[in-house]
């Protein structure tokens, strides 16, 4: 009895010896299993990212490959654009050789009409030079007729001028008295403030260009005598006698730098 209680004992002490190692194998395999399961779990990791950057590439390449579409698109337009602006410049260049063949045809022609009228141009000259010799006799005739009608004109508005002041008296009986030169009633005031050689202007005709002042035959003013018209210090115009009477004379106004006024005074 006692020897199956040991050998009970030692087959109880074997089997709890093995299984001791069975766990202990089972422990180093269980370690080892979850070292390789931490492994793979890194590597699953490392895989899902590179997917992830793969699906990131990805979608980068097909945003990438979309522009590139549109790119082409848009080259495929520019390029149908391209050629209807050539065919476009193709029909220019050849309406363009059409209109200088038309242009050289046309300029040989006038070059032909060109030595035609050369030759009647020649022709012409002399008849030209024979016209302009003409034309610079009647332009020569018309300034001296032209002179004259001034002169008539002139003539004309002083004989139109009523008669307020006696003519000078002439002793010559072939002489022919001019009618007498007006002077305006606001001016009278002004003949009798006169010395020998200074007056004052009396009157004035702008659209004729003379004026009458209050000298005359006798204080000796004769056509031809000059006087400088002043306003204060300053000499603003020049006088030259044209007609006399006894008290006033029309004179044509030379010059003038400022227009000259009724009451400007006068003097030799």
Same mark, same amino acid.
């Given at each position: 009895?006692?020897?199956?209680?040991?050998?009970?004992?030692? &087959?109880?002490?074997?089997?709890?010896?093995?299984?001791?190692?069975?766990?202990?194998?089972?422990?180093?395999?269980?370690?080892?299993?979850?070292?390789?399961?931490?492994?793979?779990?890194?590597?699953?990791?490392?895989?899902?990212?590179?997917?992830?950057?793969?699906?990131?590439?990805?979608?980068?390449?097909?945003?990438?490959?979309?522009?590139?579409?549109?790119?082409?698109?848009?080259?495929?337009? *520019?390029?149908?654009?391209?050629?209807?602006?050539?065919?476009?410049?193709?029909?220019?260049?050849?309406?363009?050789?059409?209109?200088?063949?038309?242009?050289?045809?046309?300029?040989?022609?006038?070059?032909?009409?060109?030595?035609?009228?050369?030759?009647?141009?020649?022709?012409?000259?002399?008849?030209?030079?024979?016209?302009?010799?003409?034309?610079?006799?009647? *332009?020569?005739?018309?300034?001296?007729?032209?002179?004259?009608?001034?002169?008539?004109?002139?003539?004309?508005?002083?004989?139109?001028?009523?008669?307020?002041?006696?003519?000078?008296?002439?002793?010559?009986?072939?002489?022919?008295?001019?009618?007498?030169?007006?002077?305006?009633?606001?001016?009278?005031?002004?003949?009798?403030?006169?010395?020998?050689?200074?007056?004052?202007?009396?009157?004035?005709?702008?659209?004729?260009?003379? &004026?009458?002042?209050?000298?005359?035959?006798?204080?000796?003013?004769?056509?031809?005598?000059?006087?400088?018209?002043?306003?204060?210090?300053?000499?603003?115009?020049?006088?030259?006698?044209?007609?006399?009477?006894?008290?006033? &004379?029309?004179?044509?106004?030379?010059?003038?730098?400022? &227009?000259?006024?009724?009451?400007?005074?006068?003097?030799?």
């Amino acid at each position: 009895m006692d020897g199956k209680l040991k050998i009970i004992a030692v &087959a109880v002490s074997v089997i709890l010896l093995a299984s001791f190692f069975v766990n202990l194998r089972l422990l180093g395999i269980k370690r080892s299993l979850e070292m390789e399961r931490e492994s793979l779990k890194q590597e699953i990791a490392a895989l899902n990212k590179k997917i992830e950057e793969g699906v990131a590439e990805r979608k980068k390449l097909q945003d990438r490959i979309k522009e590139l579409d549109t790119v082409n698109t848009q080259l495929s337009r *520019e390029k149908e654009d391209l050629t209807q602006q050539c065919k476009a410049l193709m029909d220019v260049r050849d309406n363009l050789t059409q209109q200088l063949q038309a242009a050289n045809e046309q300029l040989e022609r006038e070059i032909k009409m060109r030595t035609y009228f050369e030759g009647r141009l020649g022709e012409s000259q002399d008849e030209n030079g024979r016209l302009k010799n003409k034309n610079s006799e009647l *332009e020569i005739v018309l300034k001296d007729s032209l002179t004259k009608i001034e002169k008539l004109k002139k003539q004309l508005h002083f004989a139109r001028i009523s008669a307020t002041v006696p003519p000078v008296p002439s002793g010559d009986g072939n002489a022919v008295e001019l009618p007498p030169i007006s002077v305006p009633p606001q001016s009278q005031k002004y003949l009798e403030e006169s010395s020998p050689r200074i007056g004052k202007v009396v009157a004035i005709n702008k659209e004729n260009n003379f &004026a009458v002042i209050n000298l005359g035959a006798n204080s000796g003013i004769k056509v031809g005598d000059s006087f400088s018209v002043r306003r204060g210090r300053n000499s603003i115009a020049t006088l030259n006698v044209i007609q006399t009477r006894n008290s006033v &004379a029309a004179c044509d106004i030379a010059s003038q730098a400022v &227009a000259i006024k009724i009451g400007d005074q006068i003097a030799q």
